[in-house]
């Protein structure tokens, strides 16, 4: 990863992380501080996207603030039928992550809704529809992290 990024290429991702401009033209403003044309910034961003290295550029809201309900859910699913449970999960409207562990509980998801009502209907039809058993963890305390890689000082590693 080192090579593929130059010095304009980690800049942008640490702004992209910590400082995104909240404007009309934010990608105008970020080119404008990294002294580059915005066309160069989406053609930059667009290139770390099609690497994987940028999975999306957006807000993280505060579901619970807006009324939402959220829950970790985990399920045990034999290996044969995991590529068609993970399209069952993938699909429900609210599913925000989809993740294949190495454990008896293989599968795990987050789950936000509307309510708590709309989150026991949700996972009740997903087990009817796959005949298997879901967890649900929702948060009794959410403690929350910023995580931010600093891109600049990758190089010391």
Not at 24 to 30: H, T
Not at 84 to 98: K, P
Not at 112 to 130: D, G, M
Request: charged residues 25%; proline residues 3%; aromatic residues 6%.
């Amino acid at each position: 990863m080192k090579n593929m990024l130059d010095k304009t290429d980690q800049v942008m991702l640490n702004i992209l992380q910590n400082s995104l401009p909240l404007s009309v033209q934010p990608y105008k403003d970020i080119a404008q501080e990294l002294g580059i044309e915005e066309d160069e910034v989406l053609k930059r961003i667009a290139r770390l996207k099609s690497e994987g290295l940028i999975r999306r550029i957006g807000g993280i809201m505060n579901s619970s603030k807006l009324g939402f309900s959220s829950t970790l859910c985990a399920m045990s699913v034999p290996e044969d039928r995991i590529e068609a449970t993970a399209e069952l999960i993938n699909q429900m409207t609210g599913v925000t992550h989809n993740y294949l562990r190495e454990h008896h509980y293989n599968v795990w998801f987050t789950l936000t809704v509307r309510s708590q009502a709309e989150v026991k209907k949700q996972l009740k039809e997903l087990e009817e529809v796959s005949g298997l058993k879901v967890i649900s963890m929702p948060a009794s305390k959410v403690y929350k992290i910023n995580v931010s890689f600093d891109m600049e000082k990758q190089n010391e590693l």
